[in-house]
C-alpha cells in the first residue's frame, strides 16, 4: 500500500536539545509492508519513508508503535502520525484524501497487529525517481510534434494549453481531466464542441479563440459549466448565433465573442449579471437585446458592428387582436410570478415563459407585441466603452418592446417631449 504526498519527519527530542526542525515538506512516497528482519529472521510490517535523496528509504516499526493519529484536517489531505520509537512525529500534508484515509486505516490495523494478514501488502522495495516525481499541474503543447499521441495527459493537469496542432474535435483524453480548470484550444480546426466538456467540474477557464466552431452547444448551458465557468473566449471563429440558454452561464466574468458572424445576442443575456468585461468586434449585429442594459460592466468593446441610428417611430406589430388565451395566460404566469415547471406544463411552454419579455411598463410579453429599437449610450452599462464607430461615438440600438398600442403611444409621447427623432 502506498501514499504520495509531503512528508515532514519531526523529531520530539529536537525541542529539549535547543534544536527546531525545517517546517518544510518533502514529496515523498510512504509504503506499508512486510519486511524481514535478518537477525531474528521474523516478519513485521513496517513504514517506509522514501525521497528523492533516499530511494533506499527509512522504516518505522508500526505493530504497537504508534502513540496517535492527528486527523483534525484529513479532509484537507493532512495528517499527523506520532511514533513511539523513535520519538518521531510523520506529518503528512498534500495528500489525496482518499489515499490518505486508506493508508491511514492500514497503519491502524498494523499497529494493532492482529489483522495484517487481511492487509493487501507486499514486500517493501525501494522506489524509482519518477515514483517522488509531483503531480504535474500545467502542460503546455504548441506544435503537432509536441501532441501526444500514445500516451495519456497527467490526471492531475489544472491547465492545459493546446495549439497550432490542426486538432479538429475535443482529444477525449482531455475530457477525462477531472482536475482542469484552465483549458486552452486555440488556434485549431475545431468545428463543435462535446457535450462532455460540460462534465469537468472545475472548469473556470475555457479559451477557444481562431477555431472553426460553427455553434456553441445548448447541452453546455445546461451542464455543470453554469457553476463554474468564468471566462470564454470564443473570438475569431464562425458562430452566427449563441443558444437561447446562454444566459444560464451566469458565473461569467470575462466574455470574447470578437471577429464571428453573430446576428443577434440571445435573449436573456442581460442575465449574467457577474460580467464585467465584454467583447464583440466585428460582427453583425444590428441591435443588442432589451435585457442588455441591466449588465454593469467595466469594459466594453463593439466596434465593428453594423450599428444603425434607429427611430422609435419605425416598429414591428406583432400584437394580435384579441389575445390568445395562450399569450393572457403566460402573461399572467410572469407578472404574478405563479410557479411552473415541466412536470406541470409542456416543456417548451417552460422555455417560453423563461424568456419572457418585459415592456417599459413592468409587464411581461411572450407571443404578442410591438417592437423597436432605440440609440442608447453604452456609458449607461459599462464604465470604460470603446468606440462603437468610426465616429468616436458610444451609441448602440437596443431593442424595446411594448406589451399594447397604450404603452407604445406612451413612450411615443416621452419621444416627442424629450425632442427625439
Do not use: W
Amino acid at each position: 500500500m502506498r501514499l504520495q504526498c509531503d512528508v515532514e519527519v519531526v523529531n520530539r527530542m529536537l525541542p529539549t536539545c535547543g534544536m527546531r526542525s525545517r517546517g518544510k515538506g518533502t514529496r515523498a512516497v510512504l509504503s506499508i509492508g512486510r519486511h524481514v528482519d535478518k537477525t531474528t529472521s521474523v516478519q513485521h510490517v513496517y513504514l517506509l519513508i522514501c525521497t528523492g535523496r533516499d530511494k533506499a528509504g527509512t522504516k518505522y516499526k508500526l505493530k504497537e508503535n504508534i502513540e496517535k493519529f492527528f486527523t483534525l484536517f484529513v479532509d484537507e489531505g493532512k495528517a499527523t502520525v506520532r511514533l513511539k520509537e523513535p520519538a518521531v512525529d510523520v506529518c503528512l500534508s498534500k495528500a489525496n484524501v482518499n489515499s490518505l484515509k486508506n493508508f491511514l486505516s492500514a497503519a491502524r490495523l498494523a499497529d494493532k497487529g492482529n489483522d495484517t494478514e487481511v492487509l493487501p501488502l507486499s514486500t517493501l522495495v525501494p522506489i524509482r525517481a519518477r515514483d517522488v516525481e509531483r503531480p504535474k499541474k500545467k502542460l503546455t503543447i504548441h506544435s503537432q510534434k509536441e501532441y501526444p499521441l500514445t500516451s495519456s495527459f497527467p490526471s492531475s493537469l489544472e491547465q492545459l494549453a493546446i495549439s497550432y496542432c490542426r486538432l479538429s474535435r475535443v482529444d477525449t483524453r482531455v475530457l477525462s481531466l477531472q482536475c482542469l480548470r484552465r483549458l486552452d484550444l486555440s488556434n485549431n480546426y475545431i468545428k463543435r464542441l462535446p457535450a462532455a466538456l460540460g462534465d469537468l467540474a472545475f472548469l473556470a477557464e475555457l479559451i477557444l479563440t481562431s477555431n472553426h466552431l460553427e455553434a456553441f452547444p445548448v447541452t453546455l448551458c445546461h451542464s455543470g459549466l453554469q457553476h463554474t465557468l468564468q471566462y470564454l473566449d470564443l473570438s475569431q471563429n464562425h458562430l452566427v448565433c449563441l443558444p437561447i440558454h446562454f444566459g444560464r452561464l451566469r458565473e461569467l466574468v470575462q466574455l470574447k465573442l470578437d471577429s464571428n458572424r453573430l446576428t443577434q445576442l440571445p435573449p436573456g443575456f442581460g442575465r449574467l449579471t457577474k460580467l464585467q468585461s465584454f467583447s464583440a468586434t466585428h460582427n453583425q449585429l444590428p441591435f443588442l437585446p432589451s435585457d442588455f442594459l441591466h449588465l454593469r460592466l467595466q469594459n466594453l468593446d463593439l466596434f465593428g458592428n453594423p450599428f444603425n441610428q434607429n427611430n422609435p417611430f419605425d416598429y414591428t406589430m406583432h400584437l394580435t387582436f384579441p389575445l390568445t388565451l395562450l399569450e393572457m395566460a403566460s402573461r399572467a404566469v410572469v407578472n404574478h410570478r405563479i410557479p411552473y415547471g415541466p412536470q406541470l406544463i409542456p416543456a417548451h411552454l417552460c422555455e417560453d415563459l423563461e424568456l419572457a419579455k418585459r415592456c417599459d411598463c413592468g409587464e411581461a410579453c411572450l407571443g404578442a407585441f410591438i417592437e423597436t429599437a432605440i440609440t442608447m449610450n453604452m456609458h449607461l452599462v459599462s464604465h470604460t466603452v470603446v468606440l462603437v464607430d468610426d465616429m468616436a461615438g458610444t451609441d448602440a440600438p437596443v431593442q424595446r418592446y411594448f406589451c399594447s398600442l397604450t404603452c407604445y403611444s406612451a413612450f411615443l409621447d416621452s419621444c416627442l417631449q424629450r425632442g427625439l427623432r
